[in-house]
């Protein structure tokens, strides 16, 4: 029961301030001088949800697939070689701030969500590979053994016996990613994309503390959710004693 509440109470606040925020006007009223307005209303908040929530998907379910290739390649046999290569690559995204990123990415690419993406693939990319790097070379030699004498192909051992093996690893990577993702979203509305950065970023603009606070705490009631999530699903997947 404890640990459904660890993401039960911030998924229910989140759903019932996405669709309800001026509920707490009156507090938020606390917060502005008058004639200044105490809930963001130039998008909903439904609307804001949905977008942000789609960057921080897409950018970390793209960020997953090339981390992923890029350990299996470089624990192979063959590939060992370019592993070096492979982390310096990775390394690369963290190097560069989020806003650097966008300022290239913005003459080639444009103003809206897809700079935003980039920002977040290159971002969230290095807890995902250094994860599945871990996982996968710490897998017994005897087990990839064992499969072999069962008379499996390359492709069956990875599919069947080591991609298995490594989801727990591979889970808590993309939880970091993820959760970090949340937050540095919010930079995108510095580029034109939708999200809760745009609440923060009008709040900052106009010097208004309500708004701030409002897109300050979505963002972290959604990071308190799919944090608890993942972390269910990791220890689900974690084998007894593993």
Do not use: C
């Amino acid at each position: 029961m404890t640990r459904a509440l660890g993401w039960l109470i911030p998924g229910l606040l989140l759903a019932l301030l996405t669709l309800n925020m001026d509920a707490l006007t009156p507090l938020f009223h606390l917060l502005v001088d008058a004639p200044a307005p105490a809930i963001y209303a130039r998008d909903s908040f439904l609307n804001l949800l949905g977008w942000h929530v789609l960057a921080v998907f897409v950018a970390i379910a793209a960020a997953t697939l090339l981390a992923l290739g890029a350990a299996i390649a470089v624990t192979r046999p063959s590939g060992k070689a370019f592993f070096p290569l492979a982390r310096a690559l990775a390394n690369l995204g963290q190097t560069f701030p989020p806003v650097a990123v966008l300022a290239l990415a913005v003459p080639a690419l444009g103003f809206g969500l897809t700079p935003t993406l980039v920002a977040l693939l290159l971002y969230g990319m290095l807890p995902i590979f250094e994860n599945a790097v871990t996982g996968l070379q710490q897998i017994p030699a005897s087990v990839r053994e064992a499969a072999k004498g069962m008379g499996m192909t390359p492709l069956q051992r990875l599919w069947r016996v080591e991609l298995p093996l490594v989801l727990p690893t591979l889970v808590a990577g993309i939880r970091i990613s993820l959760i970090i993702s949340i937050g540095t979203a919010t930079i995108g509305s510095t580029v034109a994309a939708k999200g809760f950065g745009e609440v923060i970023i009008a709040g900052l603009l106009t010097d208004n503390l309500a708004f701030v606070l409002q897109g300050g705490i979505m963002v972290a009631l959604m990071a308190m959710m799919l944090d608890a999530l993942l972390r269910r699903l990791e220890q689900r997947l974690t084998p007894p004693g593993g």
